[in-house]
């Protein structure tokens, strides 16, 4: 086995992976920079109402989300820390925007509960499958595409723009954006945001299903 990589099997794929065993690459730099300015957001967002520069810093954060898979990449730094860190890192990010923008902004209840209690059942599924396979799930690309609309419609939201035309299909308070009051474009991007994120939970929970109906078939390889 060489030194610093990790060997396994993809069932899904039937190939097999190498990941770095390396923590301080840039990308997992970059990854920890965007955790850390999620307790600034919140400061200048809930805290003080300054909404203009919460925006800039959320902007920045979710903009930095799309940078360190590239950078991973680029620089063949992959690491297996930086595989779990990073949608470690995107679920807190949403988990703090839906919190604070629900705080401030009075998105609907719904909306927070559905984002929060997917990512807790994605939590249980991650750590079901680390404890009974020794593996993480391989992120999809509706899963990172939902993350994108997610993240995007809670940069529109803090900053309330830009905002559309009410669709004037349904007037309630639990669904911004159908009524006839302009609202932000955010509310759009969250309404499919939610949709998708509930469809890759059904794909990992899918994925979960298989694995462990084929866990004899596809055993946990050795290091030896």
């Not at 992976?17 to 690459?25: E, H, M, P, R």
């Not at 903009?63 to 690491?79: F, I, K, W, Y």
């Not at 997917?118 to 396979?133: G, N, P």
Request: charge should be positive; charged fraction near 15%.
């Amino acid at each position: 086995m060489i030194a610093g990589t990790h060997r396994k099997i993809d069932p899904e794929r039937g190939q097999r992976k190498s990941l770095g065993a390396d923590i301080f690459t840039w990308a997992n730099l970059i990854s920890l920079i965007r955790l850390l300015l999620l307790p600034v957001f919140w400061v200048l967002f809930v805290g003080y109402g300054n909404y203009p520069m919460a925006f800039l810093v959320i902007v920045i954060a979710a903009l930095s989300d799309m940078l360190d898979g590239q950078v991973a990449r680029a620089t063949h730094t992959v690491s297996r820390l930086g595989q779990q860190l990073d949608p470690l890192v995107d679920r807190i990010f949403i988990l703090i925007a839906v919190i604070a923008v629900f705080i401030v902004r009075h998105i609907p209840l719904w909306m927070l509960l559905l984002l929060v209690l997917r990512d807790a059942l994605l939590l249980v599924l991650t750590v079901y499958q680390k404890l009974k396979f020794g593996r993480d799930f391989q992120v999809v690309f509706l899963g990172k595409l939902t993350t994108v609309l997610v993240m995007s419609g809670f940069c529109s939201l803090v900053l309330f723009w830009p905002v559309l035309p009410g669709a004037q299909l349904l007037d309630t308070p639990a669904l911004p954006g159908l009524g006839t009051d302009p609202q932000p474009l955010g509310f759009w991007l969250i309404y499919v945001g939610i949709l998708f994120s509930w469809i890759t939970a059904a794909v990992y929970v899918v994925k979960c299903t298989r694995r462990n109906l084929s866990a004899e078939e596809y055993p946990e390889p050795s290091d030896a």
